[in-house]
């Protein structure tokens, strides 16, 4: 008889905690926690904030009719720690310290592994984060730029890329580390990744400005042009940055980063919606043909992900570019709950060692 495992899967956002449990691959609970401006507004950072989101959390499950005391095993999102392989870490002292004294960005998914190690030590049991946006498989060609001084980082929605591609490996009978996959992860920003035999040897910076435009970020930008607005004397730093991750993209074309909102606006005939929209499609499609080059060729599917991938309207124009090379496999959502869930339960299995973060 297959035993049970009880799960707590924690995904922090800026203004929103997403909580479930699941018991093996079966969801008994599932939650969003939004958190309003005021209450972040009271906090300098975002550790700050540990206290507050842990008691909320306990409060939701609490209320979700769960005791933590029956569970086998705490779940976080992974931050941005130094740059590490894929898996499943067991949370640790330098992880924490790490996260606590050295984070390499703000980002509150730097929570995700203290909240896990905190309501984990209440409940008697391990806590655990899986592919972080850190994760770094990168070749090293891929990592060389135009100038020394500048070199790619590998930063980007690890956790949902690998897990589908996972389960696109399972649903054709073979194992990830068989296969060759572009993964396109679609959501607030957009990541595209180039699996080679269960490795992402190349993938673009989706936090920091780089590949296609997003809802909510600016992407790849003519280089001189972007030095000569910077250095313009208009803008500081931080409004700069801003433009890149946050206030660039979509939601500067159309003052919405919600693209169920630009969905509609297509549908209702708006032509510079549907411009913005088609462009942004197209941004991916190229994008995702770059890493079919860095797989010579060699791709036994092109998957695309994401909560975008629900769109009707950009996975077909992105199908139209990319159908003639490759086979396209649509796996829309998120999924990161699930693939927490999924990476810890098969720790709990023995099918997996838990790597030691050092």
Same mark, same amino acid.
């Given at each position: 008889?297959?035993?049970?495992?009880?799960?707590?899967?924690?995904?922090?956002?800026?203004?929103?905690?997403?909580?479930?449990?699941?018991?093996?691959?079966?969801?008994?609970?599932?939650? +969003?926690?939004?958190?309003?401006?005021?209450?972040? #507004?009271?906090?300098?950072?975002?550790?700050? %904030?540990?206290?507050?989101?842990?008691?909320?959390?306990?409060?939701?499950?609490?209320?979700? @009719?769960?005791?933590?005391?029956?569970?086998?095993?705490?779940?976080?999102?992974?931050?941005?720690?130094?740059?590490?392989?894929?898996?499943?870490?067991?949370?640790?002292?330098?992880?924490?310290?790490?996260?606590?004294?050295?984070?390499? @960005?703000?980002?509150?998914?730097?929570?995700?592994?203290?909240?896990?190690?905190?309501?984990?030590?209440?409940?008697?049991?391990?806590?655990?984060?899986?592919?972080?946006?850190?994760?770094?498989?990168? %070749?090293?060609?891929?990592?060389? +730029? @135009?100038?020394?001084?500048?070199?790619?980082?590998?930063?980007?929605?690890?956790?949902?890329?690998?897990?589908?591609?996972?389960?696109?490996?399972?649903?054709?009978?073979?194992?990830?580390?068989?296969?060759?996959?572009?993964?396109?992860?679609?959501?607030?920003?957009?990541?595209?990744?180039?699996?080679?035999? #269960?490795?992402?040897?190349?993938?673009?910076?989706?936090?920091?400005?780089? #590949?296609?435009?997003?809802?909510?970020?600016?992407?790849?930008?003519?280089?001189?042009?972007?030095?000569?607005?910077?250095?313009?004397?208009?803008?500081?730093?931080?409004?700069?940055?801003?433009?890149?991750?946050?206030?660039?993209?979509?939601?500067?074309?159309?003052?919405?980063?919600?693209?169920?909102?630009?969905?509609?606006?297509?549908?209702?005939?708006?032509?510079?919606?549907?411009?913005?929209?088609?462009?942004?499609?197209?941004?991916?499609?190229?994008?995702? @043909?770059?890493?079919?080059?860095?797989?010579?060729?060699?791709?036994?599917?092109?998957?695309?992900? #994401?909560?975008?991938?629900?769109?009707?309207?950009?996975?077909?124009?992105?199908?139209?570019?990319?159908?003639?090379?490759?086979?396209?496999?649509?796996?829309?959502?998120?999924?990161?709950?699930?693939?927490?869930?999924?990476?810890? %339960?098969?720790?709990?299995?023995?099918?997996?060692?838990?790597?030691?973060?050092?």
């Amino acid at each position: 008889m297959e035993k049970l495992y009880k799960i707590l899967t924690i995904n922090p956002g800026s203004t929103s905690t997403k909580v479930a449990v699941f018991e093996n691959d079966k969801e008994l609970f599932s939650t +969003t926690l939004r958190h309003s401006s005021d209450e972040i #507004g009271r906090y300098k950072t975002i550790i700050d %904030q540990l206290d507050f989101r842990r008691e909320v959390i306990l409060d939701a499950v609490k209320q979700g @009719g769960i005791d933590i005391a029956h569970l086998d095993a705490v779940i976080g999102r992974g931050g941005l720690l130094k740059p590490i392989p894929s898996g499943t870490y067991e949370v640790n002292a330098q992880m924490i310290e790490d996260i606590k004294e050295r984070p390499a @960005g703000q980002h509150a998914s730097n929570l995700g592994a203290l909240l896990a190690a905190e309501i984990a030590k209440l409940a008697g049991v391990k806590a655990y984060i899986a592919d972080p946006v850190v994760v770094d498989e990168l %070749q090293d060609v891929a990592r060389l +730029t @135009g100038l020394p001084e500048l070199e790619r980082a590998s930063i980007f929605h690890a956790l949902n890329q690998k897990a589908v591609a996972r389960l696109y490996a399972e649903s054709v009978g073979k194992e990830y580390e068989e296969l060759n996959l572009v993964v396109a992860h679609m959501g607030g920003g957009i990541s595209i990744g180039a699996h080679r035999k #269960g490795l992402v040897v190349d993938v673009n910076n989706a936090l920091d400005g780089e #590949g296609p435009f997003s809802p909510e970020r600016a992407g790849t930008m003519p280089a001189l042009a972007f030095a000569k607005l910077c250095f313009s004397g208009k803008y500081t730093l931080a409004e700069v940055s801003k433009m890149i991750n946050g206030k660039g993209g979509v939601v500067a074309h159309l003052n919405s980063n919600d693209m169920r909102e630009v969905e509609a606006m297509v549908h209702a005939g708006d032509a510079k919606a549907k411009l913005v929209s088609n462009a942004m499609a197209y941004g991916v499609g190229k994008a995702i @043909g770059s890493m079919i080059a860095v797989l010579k060729g060699q791709v036994d599917a092109v998957i695309l992900t #994401g909560g975008i991938a629900y769109d009707k309207n950009v996975v077909s124009y992105i199908k139209e570019m990319i159908e003639p090379m490759a086979k396209v496999w649509v796996k829309p959502g998120e999924n990161e709950l699930e693939a927490l869930a999924m990476n810890a %339960q098969r720790v709990l299995e023995g099918k997996l060692t838990a790597k030691v973060y050092e």
